[in-house]
Structure formats: C-alpha cells, structure tokens
C-alpha cells in the first residue's frame, strides 16, 4: 500500500466513516503586542530594522473554499462543482467540493484519491477534512483562514482564526534532522520588501493529511515556500478578481458567517501571499497560487483578534450550519 493510500484509508474514507465536525464559537480577545521584526541572515547584506516592512496586525481572508489560482502557471486543484445562478454563477460552490482530478500537477494515486473525495461529496454525503474533524490544518490547506501576524527580532508568530499558532524561526536554516510536526519546521528570511518562509518537515503520517480541502493529498516530501507583501490596492486588484472568479465572499451568503469582516471598499495596503508547493511523491511538477487579505475587524468594528473554539457538531453539512443541538426546555 503506497504512503498516500495508506493515509487515504486512515482518514476514514475507505470504510466510509461519517464523518463529524465542527461549529464556531466566538469571542473577542485584545490584540497582541507586536514588536518589529528583526536583520535578514548573517550570510546576506544586514537589513536595518527601520527597512523591516511591518506585516503585523489582523488580516482576513472571508473568502471560501481554495486558493487564487495563479496568474499562469500550474496551479491548484480547484472545484469543479460550480454554482448554478444567480450572481454568483459560475463560481466554486461552497456547499459541494469536487476537486478537479484531471489537473495534471496531479500523480495518478493522487488523482484517484481527489476523485474519491469527489465522489463523496456529489453522494450529499461529507467527508472529513481537518476544518470539520478539528484537527491541525497543514500547510498549506491552513492559507485560507483569517491571520494575525506578529513580528519579533526572532521570529514571526501567525495566528490563525480557529486557535491555531505555527512559529516562523528568523535568520535560522532546517536542522539536519527534520522531526515531522503538525506545521512543519518553518524559516524565513527578509527578501527587501517581502517576508520568505521556507516549510519543510509537515507530519504526514496523521489523519486528513491533505493540502486543501478537496482531499489533496501530501507526503514527507511536502515542501512550501511563502512570500508575503504588501500591496497597494491597484497591484492588489488583479488577486483580488482572480479569487473572485473561484472562492465565494462568506459574506455574502444569505447564512454566511466569519469570525471577521472586511470594508469591501477599503483601497489602502493588502497583504498578498504567494506561495508554491512541491512534493514528488504527489505531484508531477511544482505549483503555485495567491491568497489576497485585507484588513479585519471584529463584529462591533474593532481592530480586536477573534477567539474561535473549535466543537464537534454532527448536525453540520458541507457549507452549511445547521447549528448546535438545543433542548426542548432549560435543564433548571
């Protein structure tokens, strides 16, 4: 049984496993301090801290369920379920994920597990991702989730929106032995105006061990590299429509919820991720995609960071709430 069949059978989907998931709990926590970030690497040109640029703050990403798939390129695995009507025709549709198997970054293994997954969701039936079983999100499926970012001499901190932290070691390389982690051993480095991440060592000898949420999925050869920047809004614009075309603004869902909100007129600073992923065990070539944040704020409008807890909750459907178990009367 080959690496990724074998984690293809422990997610639960051979044996048909029904899978449970998760509601979000939220609540408002102050933001963190953060501290300015810190020189590049010893063996490259210092970087005065006054040239560090500021990532720091709350980002959002409302967008749901994949990447922005590049300008050109090999890309992602996108939806091939798209929806049907309305204003939103033609985008992936949030309520069923049918990854596109025939892409050809895709290995044929890897290609029949998409499929599988495929096949699953057109039954109505859910299987379990990460999101849903509240689990660790691997990079990196984790992308889409709203971040805070926080800058320090030695490290960058991302947190991300459903109680999930990784930890970016600054002006550091992979020690020779990689123990394999949830997140993976990530170092960075300050590129001029962009933050690069290099993650090598993501554990994918676990449950639901896929790169999004069409059931991708990844072995211990995974290795992304992240670069971040920031934007002005007409250079952000292009990402922007890009992601439009493919993911669904939560927001506009008449049921649509997200921990927080963004101005949609908002014109300043974007962060924009691009990031690209390599894997020989899974992939014939390497591919890549954007993820486009804006500025977050909470529901009362403040730049606060969300705290969500992460439940099991057997009443969800893909894409759709059907909200917590309540009693028929108070217990007292």
């Not at 057109?122 to 999101?131: E, V």
């Not at 509240?134 to 929106?161: G, M, R």
Request: hydrophobic share 35%; charged share 20%.
């Amino acid at each position: 049984m080959s690496a990724i069949t074998e984690a293809f059978s422990e997610s639960g989907l051979m044996g048909g496993a029904i899978p449970t998931v998760r509601i979000l709990i939220i609540a408002t926590a102050v933001t963190a301090a953060t501290l300015s970030a810190s020189p590049a690497f010893a063996e490259q040109p210092s970087q005065s801290t006054a040239s560090v640029p500021d990532f720091s703050g709350i980002w959002a990403h409302p967008s749901f369920p994949g990447f922005e798939p590049p300008p050109s390129g090999p890309g992602p695995v996108i939806n091939k379920s798209r929806i049907r009507g309305g204003p939103l025709a033609g985008v992936g549709n949030p309520d069923q994920f049918v990854g596109d198997y025939t892409n050809p970054i895709l290995k044929a293994a890897a290609a029949e597990i998409v499929k599988k997954h495929g096949e699953i969701s057109l039954s109505g039936a859910t299987y379990p991702t990460p999101t849903n079983q509240c689990w660790p999100e691997p990079v990196p499926y984790i992308f889409w989730i709203d971040i805070q970012i926080l800058q320090q001499p030695h490290q960058i901190t991302i947190l991300y929106d459903d109680s999930e932290v990784r930890h970016v070691h600054l002006n550091e390389s992979h020690p020779a032995q990689v123990t394999p982690s949830w997140y993976g051993d990530s170092v960075a480095h300050y590129d001029g105006d962009t933050l690069v991440i290099d993650t090598i060592g993501i554990k994918a000898a676990r449950q639901f061990a896929m790169v999004d949420m069409y059931g991708t999925p990844y072995t211990d050869a995974l290795h992304v590299v992240e670069r971040y920047r920031l934007l002005d809004y007409e250079a952000a614009k292009e990402g922007l429509e890009r992601n439009a075309k493919e993911n669904v603004d939560l927001e506009r869902l008449p049921d649509g919820d997200n921990a927080l909100r963004i101005d949609p007129d908002y014109r300043g600073k974007h962060l924009q991720l691009a990031f690209t992923v390599e894997d020989e065990g899974v992939f014939t070539t390497r591919w890549s995609a954007t993820i486009t944040y804006r500025p977050g704020f909470d529901w009362r409008g403040a730049d606060e960071w969300p705290e969500v807890v992460c439940a099991e909750n057997i009443l969800f459907s893909t894409g759709k709430d059907a909200g917590a178990p309540r009693a028929d009367k108070p217990d007292f």
